[in-house]
């Protein structure tokens, strides 16, 4: 069992542009490349848990959504880092895509995507964490069961460390 770090990723991983699909158009948060090695260093298992309701709205393809991050994960390898596992929900029950337009469990604030690492991953639930910077984002990590963290802007890694998120 290790305990597992969850991100939301827009707004907390990289600068929400809205609707981010390309990697022309990504930009990291300060710190957040940073913090993420330092979990993957602290034993704990790194996730992304997104909303991507772009695909539902037409606006791109899942193939697009993993290939940012595919790249995203070769970015972070740069730096001895990785996210273990990307978790997205392409659902939206006002899109315009009709194989994406419905209400699902795994669309935060519900806890789907956090359940389904559960499900998949030895996790410590008790020293889990998730760090969002929407009230669905820690809605959803208390549904779940596990602590939440609002970050709205700065430093990610001295946000995680002045958080006192990760536990020995």
């Not at 990307?86 to 956090?114: M, Q």
Request: aromatic share 14%; hydrophobic share 40%.
């Amino acid at each position: 069992m290790r305990p597992a770090a969850f991100f939301d990723r827009d707004g907390v991983l990289n600068v929400d542009k809205g609707y981010l699909y390309r990697r022309e158009d990504f930009e990291w948060i300060p710190g957040a490349i940073e913090a993420v090695k330092r979990l993957n260093d602290c034993g704990y298992l790194v996730f992304v848990v997104t909303n991507q309701s772009g695909v539902a709205r037409g606006y791109y393809r899942e193939e697009d959504v993993v290939r940012l991050h595919g790249w995203m994960n070769d970015e972070l390898a740069k730096h001895g880092a990785r996210i273990d596992k990307f978790y997205y929900c392409p659902h939206y029950t006002e899109g315009t895509a009709i194989e994406y337009v419905k209400a699902c469990e795994c669309r935060k604030p519900l806890p789907g995507l956090i359940l389904q690492a559960f499900a998949e991953w030895e996790v410590d639930r008790e020293k889990s964490f998730l760090i969002g910077d929407k009230d669905s984002d820690l809605a959803a990590a208390a549904a779940a069961g596990i602590t939440g963290y609002k970050f709205t802007a700065g430093n990610l890694d001295e946000f995680l460390k002045n958080s006192n998120a990760i536990r020995e």
